[in-house]
């Protein structure tokens, strides 16, 4: 911190291609997040400067990972998208990129099993990666705001539609997280979107939300969080 100079806060923005806008139109090659999402929107309609540390087919671990390693600071503001939980992230520290190696493991691993690495594949989940991602999200958000910094986390994707009746009995009784979440992700819009007014809101791309649910999200947000443009 530069002393004589008074320090603006920030908007810090964590997830995966939700968050970095894949396949919105300037965003479709990866090179960059796009400017048309709703991270971009919410920070400037809050006045704010932003950093978008998302990842395409990052994972919670993954976020929080670039959370602690990042330039955040007191008075600045996290906002987590919670992605996948059967995603997954791996740091070798012996690699000569940075002294880190990463290793993103998806739901593209997950459907072929001579793909995943065998660690990872002999201990997967659902029910182990829902424990893992309570873990990680009260870790992060209980570090944050013990240093002044203002959380707010939209829920993790469960598919609580494939999970089995023991899956879903163990994650509404055993995982609680201190964390609050707000279940009213960027998925939400677009599924409601598609629900009441008859179409699929997708973006170029044909997969990822499209421009219009980003734009819901957007609205959402600064009416249900207006101390954002504080």
Same mark, same amino acid.
């Given at each position: ?5 008074? !320090? ?12 970095y ?42 976020? =929080? ?24 992230? !791996? ?8 002294? =880190? ?18 660690m ?6 659902? =029910? ?8 990680l ?19 993790? =994707? ?11 009995? !163990?994650?509404?009784?055993? #995982?609680?997280?201190?964390? #609050? ?16 007014k ?6 170029t ?9 980003? #734009? ?15």
């Amino acid at each position: 911190m530069t002393y004589g100079k008074t !320090y603006m806060s920030k908007i810090y923005f964590f997830g995966c291609s939700y968050t970095y806008g894949h396949g919105l139109e300037d965003c479709l090659t990866l090179q960059k997040p796009s400017k048309l999402g709703w991270v971009t929107q919410v920070a400037n309609q809050a006045g704010k400067e932003y950093v978008n540390l998302s990842d395409p087919g990052g994972s919670n671990r993954q976020a =929080v990972h670039l959370a602690q390693n990042c330039d955040i600071q007191s008075g600045d503001t996290a906002i987590f998208h919670w992605t996948f939980i059967n995603r997954y992230f !791996y740091l070798d520290w012996h690699s000569k990129f940075q002294g =880190v190696k990463t290793t993103k493991i998806g739901n593209w691993m997950l459907k072929n099993k001579s793909k995943r690495p065998k660690m990872h594949y002999f201990n997967w989940s659902e =029910v182990h990666m829902m424990h893992d991602t309570e873990i990680l999200v009260d870790y992060i958000n209980n570090k944050f705001e013990k240093k002044g910094i203002r959380c707010i986390n939209f829920e993790p =994707v469960i598919y609580k539609d494939k999970a089995t009746d023991h899956e879903l009995d !163990y994650w509404n009784k055993n #995982i609680n997280c201190t964390t #609050i979440f707000d279940e009213r992700n960027l998925l939400h819009w677009q599924k409601f979107v598609s629900a009441k007014k008859g179409y699929t809101d997708l973006a170029t791309d044909g997969d990822h939300p499209g421009l219009t649910s980003n #734009i819901r999200f957007v609205n959402y947000i600064l009416e249900e969080y207006p101390w954002l443009k504080d």
